[in-house]
């Protein structure tokens, strides 16, 4: 378990930098990563590098006993290579294009782009492929943020068009597939086939569909590119990207693959500002939510099964959000020991000073712009100083997330406020309410070893999946599916059987009817002997093979069946038609729990969040006040905002 | 009375069209609607036809005693035909092209789409030119929908050069009747007068108004195109349009002109969510508005003062509005019997099946994708089995109602919440309470005939309407007049003398201000020895030659007359320099009704309707608990959401 | 003082002028405002010219003892104008052209423009030159209103380069001022800046300030065009421009330079509902703000420290802001005296007559669109008979207002609240709230002779202006400086020092954090032995050399300083590191003027306003109601909106 940090030593005078890098070393920093966006220092004009400003930076970071993380600098090309060839900038659907100015303005479709990618990443790598303090490497910066995973100019449209040539073969199979009748969309070739632009009424839903798959595998390919050629210099390099949080146009687990560690971005009290439904509350905008930041770090040690890297960590007040209210006392030191209890092992603040130039200026740093300590520093050299390795974290619990189930009911919500987002994480809330550890994984994962399994949707479902989740429970497993599931079958159109389609037989019920409804009408539901809300979504179930749990009690529905269970081997599963409010969610999952034989903690209050790790458990304190929680061994608790309890 | 379904054949397996159409016959359906988007399934490369489908369907459909309406298949023209004639696509003001991939993205003024249309729709009605089962066509679907009335591509440049030409002559003409000298705004020739385009401030409201007047005839001019084939190939057929609800860029006057029958599409719970100020109450999603459904079904009668059809009638949830609750038990059922008592012949449930596959999976059908029995259908057969031949509505009072008026509103609204639909929505829902039947006209139509005439707004007025309804009123006819009247002349300008302009002789009365308020600002006047709130907009009275009934009670307009009024002959017109909030309105039609003599039920409460056809009466109730009400007759209420009561 | 009237004679027939200026006469009006939107009228083709209607209007005024203002007619280039030279047209930063069809659609870096305008503007100047009526002239009209400051055309990125080129020099040099290693923005030269067009992400501040500059700076090169050719052809002539009120894009002061008289055009009833946080109550709906208009008057006052002209004087209902509320009773008469009172020598109604054609049919006049008298006729003539001359104003305190600091805290407000104007608002009601009157001047103004002065913000500063500051103070001058000063360089970067940067040393103090807070986040400090509240923005002091006044009371900012002072020399400096609220506001603005011995009023009641000139006191009263207010010499108080007291 590490600390470190960002650092940009082209921003800064040369005499500086000895001492910005013995004050990273004197806070225990471990790692120092560099250079993603440093293209147009490196290379000020085609062909003449300037690596020496860089070497300099590296040698005097090793000569402080800490490592290196490199960054590819393919985020930002610079001016005269966007003049050169301009064909490199993204589109907007409309034709506009997204000009230079700023960053991540190339597309990852343009034939120039990826050539001038493998001759800069050939070179940067080849230039560091024998230095000792060079650890590995982060691919590019932040894939897809801003919206730049799709694109739609004109190579994306060839790229496109060859895509679905590769995955259908013939255009009459693309036709079937997508159900191209409707509205007489027939496409008489793969080339007709274009990246969605303006149209008068809404597009074809497995257009999109296809599109969304197209522009996430776009940039899996792009990135390959780059692991290729640096793996090629040398296979010693760790090779990771910084994924961001809440991020929902790319497939983090699709490139993953191609990653020996995933890293991400984590700012908490941006992210409740800008990412979330709910209004954040004042001890949000103070230190964020535990359950938001957590997800997404369950998210990337899901992707691989392994520990990641908290690649960027919020280090005070930050740039981006609405608002930019100062973290509480210690909040930095408490991300860190959050991020290292999900199964983080190692935590790099972004950034080592603030930035006197350009857009973010009013992104805060472990240190001020004049060099003297900011707010986080303290806390980053406390947790350096905290932290100790670890094991892995073991979860009895997995959640099953999917990009292209976020996409496909993202296309059609059927209601402004159905979120996949909100929606999961309703579900995932209540399992962290029980202090219980998840694993958040793609619903193609081997499930064996899970005690219980949720999947808050299967929207998009193939036989093939159904099967699988079928031998889980038969074999034991304890599954929990949420609504919509069955919905679509993978081009997202309906299938010809009723929801839940492929998992009717499992579930033992199927879908008479669904609803959703604006937030004015009232909604109830009996389940367990009590009464709950649901919200935005409601099926009525026909349970032909199954136990009725739970009826509604409200509306035209009254008295239909809502949530329904069955045993099926040695296993059971339950079926739940809303989208549970969280009263009802507790009262799935706790008996979902029980019934898994996974060990709990009384429902813990907001902001407090327990998780255990290789023997030790973590209590996390997100509020303003002091928390009394029974733990196991019962320790006392110290008042404050957080407590880093080790107790065996 | 009779009832039918929209049906798709193409969208499913030959093998289960018998099935399907065997069960529209067991539920008393005797119309089939099909083809409306078919253009890629029967002409699926140029000029290589296949029929054979749609001959088979029809056949069969035909077998079981059941009649076609078949459609031109024009409202969307397939990718290949697209591609070949890329200038039939439909252009936003910003010059944006408006792409394949929806439906409707073919320009109304396009010469190669005329064209093209000629040609599918001869070659199309030749083929069922002796066809017995088929009883008519419907043009193309819903002209207009997805804002797509008005293009700003080339050809509709051109166009409205020439339409301006034809209308005025001589451009001098047009700049004195636009009055363009304001802003130097003078056109050299009537090249230079180009659709409405990106401004930095606002248009010049007399080209707007002529755009949208040049818009909506060059639909009726499409149409024209369309209709004229049909007949010239059998001229016994029906020829119909199906129009939508409170549809606002289209004068459906003006294309009724040149059908047999006119129809349209009623959606009562998504109209209440998409296309009314007010937000929906529970009940409203669960069965609509009948005030919002009925004024369209009046419209639509009124516009060839005939029985209408609904061409697609609510089926369940559909996939559209933001929200997709699903409809009261019996919703479906009520719909139908609700259209009839407005004067339907016939009501279509649109769809028979939901589809697998496109933008309207989320919309239900009378079945179920896998064929089963959805909500509407027992609705549909019930209804099929009540309904029985009736004569057409004969009703005492007339609403007045313009498209030119909603349009020229609309383009100065003067206020945000000035819309011209809720402005007349007020005096026809105040009607409608009191169990009034009300055509609802153009102001130019013949007025002979009815005992009261109500005119929301006569915005824009030239002498001969003046003239018109001062003879109306002399004649004995009973006349209300609301505020904004004669405030323009026919090209949306300022007339020299002030409001109501021509009307000024008739009303007795000018206007000395009008002012438009913020809803937090009180308003108050008095009436009748009561005093009511208005909203929105106030107009200060002059009255020279009327009496005063109502004066401002609020503002800097305390004092001053309101609503005015004045004998003329042997009639009485009364003006009304308000919005009325509701029960000023529910005042001043009463008081109408009763020196109109026209027989009025007590106020009805809200969701309950009552409507009289043909010596029988339909009560129909919209809410979700049972009312009585006292009917003539006296007859006893049957507990329920409607009752079709059937006294002599 | 004096009173005069906007007329459009082109817009009524000949036959009625001699009417219309006869009753201008009779209303006692001295000034007639004519031509702005004459092109097309003045040229109706390229070369024919008709002056012969300009000049019978302009004799006719002249024979009723009137003056006439003449406007160059740059505003609406015509049509035929537009068709030969489109390149005049403006862009949006997409590329969207601004098409012809309202005003202002000319770019003022278009060479071609520039070449019509020398044109046209010659023409008329001459045509002129000797004709005794004419007093002088307004440019254009309202430059840069319907955000047409910035345009992004290809003239505009040439002029761009150039500029920058001017500036610079080297681009090394340019690269180096702005920061451009963030994110690999280096510029290979100048002439790859070009405008800000649609990014990924945000754009780089230094950019965005420049080409802020740039696009005011362009304005004001164009304006010197129009005044040197009027100033060679007759110097005797009165050069004016008509400014805006609360105008954000175009420098005020910088077009001021090359003016004679500055006028400005105010329209209270509609500047409280679109330039205003606050919703607008029904009085202010009724009469306006007085803080909100005077503002302004001391802006355009302050721009050559010399009474200035109100060229358009709202004249009763207006037709551009949401809605239009009539006036109260004589609004219009205490506009006109509230503007006397602030240092207006004129005052212009807008406009005669209410017009038939175009845009502004919704705009009252004087008269009513028959010639009739409208409401603001009376009480044109009544302030026209009431006013008499003065000499100007000698305000004791300065509040220091900056373009270029408006600019960069738009660029980047870090809080979406966060508005230049109404933080300033917020110092400068607190100074009239204690009738004091207030030159509201640029930073570089020479402070010699304030009493007192007040700085909002000095967001960007350099070491110039904090050495003047500092003697300003040393030399006895009483200082408030407000939060955010010193944050930035002149070219938007952050300093190397701490914020206030070069003010450091002056005020005494740093600042440690600064944070930005959303509504629900409670804020108190105390001061002065009270607890008060703040909003959405905070800094954290420390105070090296300087008195803590006053301390933070909530959040993790709690117990550290948040306003600070010191005294330096003969005099004191405060700075406030919140954003006040309103009682803070009053604290701190009251203890200034009493430490700078300025005579105050007790606090006045909201709406009611006390302005001394020239030995006479102004109070005006903008409520429904009458108020009593202690004034010095203790005159008893009229009942009614306003009253005009001179007492010596
Ligand atoms: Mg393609
Ligand atoms: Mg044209
Ligand atoms: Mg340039
Ligand atoms: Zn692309
Ligand atoms: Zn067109
Ligand atoms: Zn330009």
């Keep these: 378990m590490t600390v470190g940090v960002c650092y940009f030593p ?49 040698e005097l970071i090793g000569d402080h006993g800490m490592e290196v993380i490199l960054c590819t600098p393919t985020a930002t090309p610079p001016k005269w290579l966007v003049d050169e060839r301009p064909e490199i900038l993204q589109e907007d659907p409309d034709g506009t294009v997204r000009e230079f100015g700023s960053r991540r303005h190339y597309c990852f479709n343009s034939p120039a782009y990826r050539e001038e990618t493998e001759r800069i990443v050939t070179r940067m790598a080849e230039r560091y492929a024998d230095n000792p303090h060079v650890a590995g490497w982060q691919t ?40 191209t009748t409707f509205w007489s969309q027939q496409y008489p070739d793969f080339e007709a086939v274009e990246p969605p632009g303006p149209t008068p009424a809404e597009h074809h839903p497995s257009r999109l569909l296809a599109y969304y798959r197209f522009a996430s595998d776009s940039v899996v390919e792009y990135n390959r590119l780059q692991t290729e050629i640096l793996r090629e210099i040398n296979d010693d390099w760790l090779v990771t990207h910084n994924f961001m949080g809440h991020f929902s146009t790319l497939d983090a687990y699709d490139v993953a693959g191609d990653l020996d560690l995933v890293s991400w971005d984590s700012y908490p009290t941006g992210f409740v500002q800008d990412r979330r439904e709910a209004e954040a509350t004042v001890e949000e905008l103070r230190a964020g939510d535990p359950d938001q930041v957590g997800l997404n770090h369950d998210i990337y040690r899901g992707a691989l099964e392994q520990p990641f890297w908290v690649m960027e960590q919020q280090p005070g007040d930050v740039n981006w959000p609405p608002h930019a209210p100062q973290p509480a006392d210690g909040a930095m030191r408490l991300w860190a020991h959050h991020a290292v209890a999900h ?55 997995a959640l099953l997330h999917s990009y292209e189930n976020l ?28 202090g219980v550890q998840v ?22 479902l193939d036989d093939a999946l159904a099967t699988r989740l079928e031998a889980y429970v038969e074999d034991g497993g304890q599954l929990l599916i949420g609504a919509r599931s069955g919905e679509k079958d993978p081009y997202n159109k309906l299938p010809d059987a009723l929801q839940p389609g492929p998992l009717a037989g499992l579930v033992g019920a199927t879908v008479a009817q669904h609803e959703s409804l604006p937030e004015q009408v009232p909604t109830r539901v009996g389940y367990g002997g009590d009464e709950y809300e649901y919200r935005t979504w409601a099926e009525w179930l026909d349970a032909d093979d199954a136990t009725v749990q739970g009826r509604h009690r409200s509306g035209p529905a009254d008295g239909q069946a809502a949530v329904v269970d069955a045993e099926r081997g040695r296993g059971r599963v339950t079926y739940c038609g809303v989208w549970p409010g969280r009263e009802l969610a507790d009262a799935l999952v706790g008996d979902l729990l029980e019934r898994a034989g996974v060990t709990t903690h ?14 030790h458990v973590w209590v996390t304190n997100f ?7 029974d733990v196991p061994g019962g320790a006392a608790w110290i008042v404050g905002h957080e407590r880093v309890g080790a107790y065996d």
């Design 10 to 58: 082209e921003h800064w005078p040369r005499q500086r930098w000895e001492r910005d890098i013995e004050q990273m070393a004197e806070a225990g920093l471990e790692y120092v990563r560099m250079a993603e966006f440093s293209w147009g220092r490196i290379e000020p004009e085609r062909g003449q590098f300037d690596f020496e400003w860089l070497d300099e930076a590296i």
């Design 140 to 179: 590019d910066n932040e894939y897809g943020c801003h919206e730049t995973v799709r694109c739609y100019c004109a190579d994306c449209s060839n790229a496109f068009s060859e895509w679905l040539a590769d995955r259908h073969g013939d255009v009459d199979a693309l036709n079937e597939a997508w159900g």
């Design 343 to 397: 199964g983080g092992d190692a935590v790099l603040y972004f950034r080592w000073r603030r930035c006197r130039q350009g857009q973010e200026q009013y992104h805060a740093g472990l240190r001020k712009q004049d060099g003297s300590p900011d707010r986080g520093y303290a806390d980053a050299s406390t947790a350096a100083e905290e932290l100790f390795d670890l094991g892995p974290v073991d979860a009895p619990v």
């Design 407 to 434: 996409w496909a009911t993202n296309i059609q919500p059927h209601a402004p406020e159905f979120d996949y987002w909100t929606h999961a994480g309703t579900y995932y809330r209540a399992l962290r309410r029980r």
């Design 439 to 460: 694993d958040v994984v793609p619903p193609e994962r081997d499930l064996d070893g899970y005690a219980a399994v949720v999947a808050p949707t299967l929207y998009l």
């Design 602 to 615: 009384a429902p813990l209050p907001d902001g407090v969040r327990i998780a255990e790790r290789d023997g």
């Design 623 to 629: 509020t303003d006040a002091p928390v009394s929680v």
